[in-house]
């Protein structure tokens, strides 16, 4: 099993691009599930998530062509509603055929999704939707069972908490339903709304993408279309917090500040600089950053995908930082590998007090989800001598090349195994 070495101390300088979102690239790929005709994707990310998706899509009958960001997929041989088990059990993402295949062929099982250890993710709300729009859902054994008699309708649904991939089913479900679904107490990210402007492309009558309301004329079929994936806003943060944690300057292509208005305050509030251009962005670090307390909430509040990046550069800031995590009950796992390096940390059920300290000291960590994996790499460049992380298969679920990127920008890090 690959592991990665971090030899810390250097300062991380120059530039490097960002990739295509995976959190947008997941369920824009399981919408060609609603069109006959080719889909053309571009500026996806060559991850493992999107492999595995890839290698599902296959399996149910879909024709994938890939050349290196660029992804073709014609479902217009779809003949295998089943989402195994197997094929699933590392990727919570999954889930997102579901509304497709409703929606296009009456019938699904998909296996229940699984993913990072980061707390409970249920999807009743994904099926409480669905069985307002006419669908009879039931789990057996570990699968979601949903057929459709004469197709689904239109209907009026309220989530009873915010839910991403829960918008993103209902809406795709909802395009080819019969009348009007309106999706009220939507998720507002910005893939929801990348994922809207595909449907939009492909002929879907969308409205309110990026606002809590969501509404969705059904139509009778969707067309092929070509569409870019928008750049990963949780990759962007990532560089921009590791180039922070290290005193750096750094210089990010192929994204915006647009959708990590959030992130950007709290690195100001830091201490960094940050420089907006229509398609890049530079940060220029301090000597030392200044503590900065962070809570977690949907967007377009701070990201809990980011919090603990921000955890490590607390780890070494000056001063001492509440960080509260709303959105998971179990996400502070990466604190104790933290701890492993010398960080001053104080756990108090979702909350967490980092009082920064000098220096952090090399160790061997074990990454415990995909975003924690990040948050101990960020801690192991700036730390003393060597950190080893152990588990970065998750790594390679989340970001495209990061040790080729951070080797560009300076950083001394290597796979081994």
Known sequence: MD????????????ETTV??????????????????????????????????????????????????DR???????????????????????????LGPLMA????????????????????????????????????????????VAGGLRGARLFTDMVTVTGTENLMMAACLAKGETVIENAAREPEVVDLANCLVAMGARISGAGTDVIRIHG???????????????????????????????????????AYIDAVVDKLLDAGCDIDSERDAIRLTAPARLSAVS???????????????????????????AVIRETIFENRFMHAVELQRLGAEIRIDGNTAVVTGVDRLEGASVMATDLR?????????????????????YHLDRGYEKLGEKLSQLGARVSRVR
Do not use: W
């Open 19 to 68: 990739s295509g979102a995976k959190n947008a690239a997941l369920p824009i790929l399981c919408a060609a599930l609603l069109s006959a005709e080719p889909v053309t994707l571009t500026n996806v990310p060559q991850l493992q998530d999107i492999a595995t998706l890839l290698r599902l899509l296959g399996q149910m009958g879909v024709a994938v062509e890939r050349d290196a």
């Open 104 to 147: 296009r062929v009456g019938e699904a099982r998909v296996s229940l999704p699984g993913g990072c250890a980061i707390g409970a993710r249920p999807v009743d709300q994904h099926l409480k939707g669905l069985q307002a729009m006419g669908a009879k859902v039931a789990v057996e054994h570990g699968y979601i069972h949903a057929t």
């Open 71 to 97: 992804v073709t997929l014609d479902a217009s041989k779809l003949d295998n509603p089943l989402a195994p088990y197997e094929m699933v059990k590392t990727m919570r993402a999954s889930i997102l055929v």
């Open 372 to 392: 924690a994996s990040a948050g101990l790499i960020i801690a192991g460049l700036v730390a003393d001598g060597e950190t080893l992380v152990d588990r970065i």
């Open 219 to 257: 139509v009778e079929r969707l067309h092929g279309a070509e569409h870019r994936i928008m750049p990963d806003r949780i990759e962007t943060g990532t560089y921009l917090c590791a180039a922070a944690a290290t005193g750096g300057s750094i210089r990010l292509t192929g994204t915006s500040t």
């Open 3 to 14: 592991k990665l070495l971090i030899h810390g101390g250097a300062r991380l300088d120059g």
């Open 294 to 320: 962070i809570r977690t909430a949907p967007y377009p509040a701070f990201p809990t995908d980011m919090q603990a990046q921000f955890m490590a550069i607390n780890c070494v800031a000056e001063g001492t």
